[in-house]
């Protein structure tokens, strides 16, 4: 498994992308800036990611940065001079956009500062594995800012008000085992095991039926969308469409003749 900055038919300056069998690594890679997300590194992660979306060889993903940090937010140097005409002008927001609508899994194996938008880039991804040196945080309040990319809305939903205040309002970096009792990570492991720990998930994933997959993540999406009755409504609709499979049956039939299901992705 060798990192290059040519993957999936293209170079990138400020990222590393590789395929592992079913599973495409992505690995921010602006390292003397802390992985700051300039705007030409997320445009970049846009196109990497949305090219394995679209890869059916591809039925999973891991987005890491290095030891040291995943990302230590947006490029601070980049924003620092802008206006308010310039900041709402731009497209900067579409490419960060494109990140949400990826529909396959993508696991954030998080080792280091992960803050401001790179703390957003990891909510916005479907697990986070934490090393044990991981700090997350939002300290845009002490640049005059706000988070910009989620941070206000993701985090307090999943660690409620309290929580989110204390975080948005002070900037304090969060540390791995807090983040966990918050509920903000999948789990946290020695900072060796980030990465591994990560790859293991998924490939894990990658083994299920694709179709079931990427459903499952569009109906665990949604309880962030919709009212309780709504997303039941959602989910239903999700798992009776999944009789239209070959998966469905392969995999029922499989279970039934105790034998292991192979997964066709129709
Ligand atoms: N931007 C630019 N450069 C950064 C950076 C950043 N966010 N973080 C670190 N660096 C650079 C430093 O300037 C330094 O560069 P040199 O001086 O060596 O040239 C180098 O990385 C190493 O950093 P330090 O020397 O500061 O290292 P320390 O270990 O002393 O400190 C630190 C590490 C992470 C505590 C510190 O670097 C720090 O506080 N960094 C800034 C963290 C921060 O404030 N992040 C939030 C940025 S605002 C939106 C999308 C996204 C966003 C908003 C809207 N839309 C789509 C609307 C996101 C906004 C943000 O993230």
Redesign the pocket.
Known sequence: MTATGDGQGRSYQYLLVEADGPVGIVRLNRP???N??CRALIEELADALGAFDRDPAIRCMVLTGNER?FA??????E?AGKGLAE?TGDD??GA?QRLWRIRKPVVAAVQG?C????F?LAMGCDLIVAGESAQFGQ??I??G?I???GGTQRLTRVAGKYKAMEAVLTGRMIPAREAEAWGLVTKVVPDEQCLPEALRLARTIAGMPPLAVQMAKAAVLQAYETPLGAGLEFERRLFYSLFATEDQKEGMQAFLEKRSPQWKGR
Do not use: Q, S
């Not at 230590?72 to 140097?77: E, R, T, V």
């Not at 803050?115 to 790179?118: C, D, F, V």
């Open positions: 003397k800036v802390l700051a997300l940090a230590a937010g947006a490029d601070i140097a924003m900041v900067l927001l960060w500062y803050l401001g938008g790179g957003e300290p845009e002490k640049i800012v988070p910009g990319a």
